[in-house]
């Protein structure tokens, strides 16, 4: 047992084992290598990366490479999730000096922390063009033992040009409409009009940039930003980078060969799922479109199912690996996800096999590995198209367009006879549960059959390992996905664990002066402090709580977040960093105004600032946001895969953002029907207040009487409002962009 015995990581924990003597990331860890005169070799990764896994029972569990390690370095394991600075600023070095990235990441440094060797994941042999891990440390430490002044002329050059990286842009100007029209443009050159996909190998979901282009196609009425966002949507949801069976995303697809279908890299991120359970429900919200509904619906049950802590909050991630079902105790990637054709006549029958076959495109020979297949829906070879043709058609139980389905009924919103004529509601094809993609009413039974036959067997097998620490950034995305989802489809217990997992941020990772703990687990806070994502995210999650329950303590705790970032991440032109002022220091404070997997912090932060500021009329607010966003015009246009959030927020700028106060009786038939109108309302960025009339819970309730009597709602912009509405359609007019 080493020095990783009793962290809260979970990565950290699956080492604590190894003949390494690791040391987390920590002081004393670089006084030891001052003290014997070594370097630091420093390994990162995640509890679900498959390669981390890989590296670590070759060379890490090796008792020689260990031994070596132990004699010649002192070695620092560092969980990417828990330290997301670390990462960041190592990562950009890796990437600076190599030209890609990854994890494990492996970097050799100085006991001052300056980088001098870098890589990603090292064999235990050598291969062509990649040495072996031994080599490496074999060559790091020949180097450091004959050629030390070499080593620190190019360790000192590293962090010199690291540190000379800040990025301001005070001067840049807001996004206007060229800026946004520039983006779309640039994306339209990206994408392949055959596939649906971005251009590439390997698919990530890109899922900022479909939010940008949703409400770039609402605020704008780009038809080409609608296609392209129905085609990637329908792409994913088709390919198996969606669980056909359990519902939920993996974290990305690759194209093994040319018109291959696609294989997943089978791990499940709370980020990823979050993410996209929130664009399919607003592509559901501007389209009516039956799948996008579905999918969105099945991915906040997979994470309430899945992902769920028993302390209320949302864990990191599915591993990718799991237990081979055939009781030898071997692990593979995909192993819980992935059919043979007799295992599927196991559970399924013959009969229902050979349709299960041909619905999921299983082979006898296997689209996968050793005979297995991925499930992927019909019409995909990873050339899906949009969400409408086939699978609009199977959802609908028609053989034309699930949207122009006459039921004017939406099952899961059953009560509210007004909303009978919402073209969403109308479209919507009327089942709740929307069982599968088949041709006809009666295959849309079997594939539900299938699928429900299929989950219970694959629930017998071993389960893949489950990352349970709380991010407070993913769970604020979290938070925000579940609270609309369940607001839009009539689902409160969905909103009652969104409640839940914001109640756990406050009480666990919230201290008294609305500092941030970035993670917790098994309701213990961890040592790591915030960064700027989990404070922007965390205030996202609680706005949305906030428009979705009509309860104002969710705004005063979002306020308290970004005054925070005001205070603590903000340089003095509207900058921001990643890590607050009073941070540990490191060779460089971290600063990184694109996407990654997730939102970036300080596009994030211009987002919920942003918000808040329509929701209170902070000008202070405001104005930071508008400075944030001076990146989305300086990057938007020649990056905009990578500035899809910068871009979302710079579309709800542009329309106001709309400020939407409902007023009436809560629980009143009518005022939930003006509240479920606003929170569907497709203007980019909207913020909705529902209550009574000087309720004193929002701001924006203040002053707004009822009209004769009845319910009614205020539509403002820049807080100069219309007349009020004290009907649906004549709010769902107000909040039609162009209005």
């Known amino acids: 047992m080493n020095r990783l015995a009793g962290v809260t990581s979970p990565y950290l924990l699956q080492h604590a084992d190894n ?32 390669w981390c896994h890989v590296m670590a029972h070759e060379s890490f569990e090796d008792d020689g490479t260990a031994a070596y390690m132990n004699e010649h370095f002192v070695s620092v394991k560092v969980d990417r999730e828990e330290r997301p600075d670390v990462d960041a600023v190592y990562m950009e070095a890796v990437q600076a000096a190599t030209g890609q990235g990854g994890w494990p990441m492996t970097v050799f440094m100085t006991p001052d922390g300056e980088p001098f060797y870098f890589g990603t994941y090292f064999p235990p042999e050598p291969r062509p063009g990649t040495p072996s891990f031994r080599q490496v440390l074999e060559g790091v430490h020949g180097a450091w033992t004959s050629r030390r002044d070499e080593v620190g002329e190019v360790a000192a050059k590293i962090t010199r040009d690291l540190a000379g990286r800040e990025l301001s842009t005070g001067d840049a100007g807001l996004p206007t409409d060229e800026t946004q029209a520039m983006a779309l443009l640039r994306l339209t050159r990206d994408i392949d009009p055959a596939t649906g996909w971005f251009r590439g190998d390997t698919r990530f979901p890109p899922s900022m940039v479909i939010e940008f282009l949703l409400r770039h196609h609402a605020r704008a009425g780009s038809v080409a930003a609608l296609e392209m966002a129905e085609g990637l949507c329908g792409a994913m949801a088709r390919s198996s980078l969606y669980d056909q069976v359990g519902g939920g995303f993996h974290r990305y697809v690759l194209t093994p060969a040319p018109g291959a279908p696609l294989v997943p890299h089978f791990e499940k991120m709370l980020y990823d799922n979050a993410l996209l359970c929130r664009v399919y429900a607003h592509l559901w919200r501007l389209t009516g479109s039956a799948p996008a509904r579905r999918v969105a619906l099945e991915t906040a049950d997979f994470m309430v199912r899945e992902l769920r802590t028993p302390e209320g909050g949302f864990a990191s991630a599915l591993d990718a690996d799991s237990a081979l079902p055939d009781g030898t105790g071997k692990h593979a990637e995909g192993a819980y996800y992935v059919w043979t054709p007799g295992g599927l006549r196991e559970v399924l029958g013959e009969e229902d096999a050979e349709f299960a076959m041909r619905y999921f495109g299983v082979t006898e020979e296997g689209t996968f590995e050793h005979g297995s297949s991925v499930l992927r829906l019909p019409g995909d070879a990873g050339d ?159 706005l949305a709580l906030a428009s979705v329950t009509g309860e104002g303590a969710w705004l005063d705790f979002a306020g ?100 939407v106060a409902v007023v009436g009786t809560p629980g009143e038939a009518g005022m939930r029907k003006l509240h479920r109108a606003a929170l569907l309302g497709a203007a980019p960025g909207a913020v909705v207040a529902a209550g009574g009339p000087d309720s004193g819970e929002f701001p924006l309730l203040a002053d707004r009487p009822l009209v004769d009597g009845k319910p009614a709602a205020y539509v403002c912009r820049h807080f100069v409002c219309a007349a009020p509405v004290t009907e649906v359609d004549a709010l769902r007019e107000e909040l039609t962009p162009g209005a």
């Open 560 to 659: 308290l977040l970004l005054d925070g970032v005001l205070e603590r991440f903000t340089g003095s032109e509207g900058q921001l960093y990643d890590t607050a002022q009073d941070a540990e220091r490191l060779i460089r404070r971290p600063q990184d105004p694109t996407d990654n997997a997730a939102p970036a912090g300080w596009t994030a932060a211009a987002g919920a600032l942003l918000s808040y500021a329509a929701h209170t009329g902070s000008r202070a607010h405001r104005t930071a946001a508008e400075r944030a966003l001076g990146v989305v015009r300086a990057l938007g246009p020649r990056a905009p895969r990578f500035m899809g959030w910068g871009l979302a927020v710079a579309e709800a700028l542009l329309d106001g953002p709309r400020e």
């Open 384 to 542: 899906a198209g949009d969400t409408g043709d086939a699978e609009d058609a199977e959802d609908a139980g028609d053989t034309g367009d699930a949207r122009d389905t006459g039921d004017a009924g939406d099952a899961g919103d059953a009560g509210d006879a007004g909303d009978a004529g919402d073209a969403r509601d109308a479209r919507d094809a009327g089942d709740a549960g929307d069982a599968g993609d088949a041709g006809d009413a009666g295959d849309a039974g079997r594939v539900a059959s299938v699928r429900g036959r299929l989950l219970a067997a694959r629930e017998e097998r071993p389960r893949p390992g489950r990352d349970d620490k709380i991010v407070a950034a993913w769970n604020g995305l979290a938070i925000a996905a579940l609270a609309e989802v369940g607001g839009y489809f009539d689902r409160p217990d969905l909103v009652e664990r969104a409640t839940e997992a914001a109640d756990l941020l406050v009480r666990l990772h919230m201290d008294d002066g609305a500092r941030l703990a970035r993670t917790s687990r098994d309701g213990r806070a961890g040592a790591n402090a915030g960064v700027l994502e989990d404070y922007a995210d965390a205030a996202e999650g609680f």
């Open 19 to 50: 003949p390494v003597d690791w040391w987390p990331w920590q002081p004393e860890a670089f006084d030891e290598a001052r003290r014997r005169d070594v370097p630091v070799l420093l390994s990162v990764g995640y509890s679900a990366c498959h």
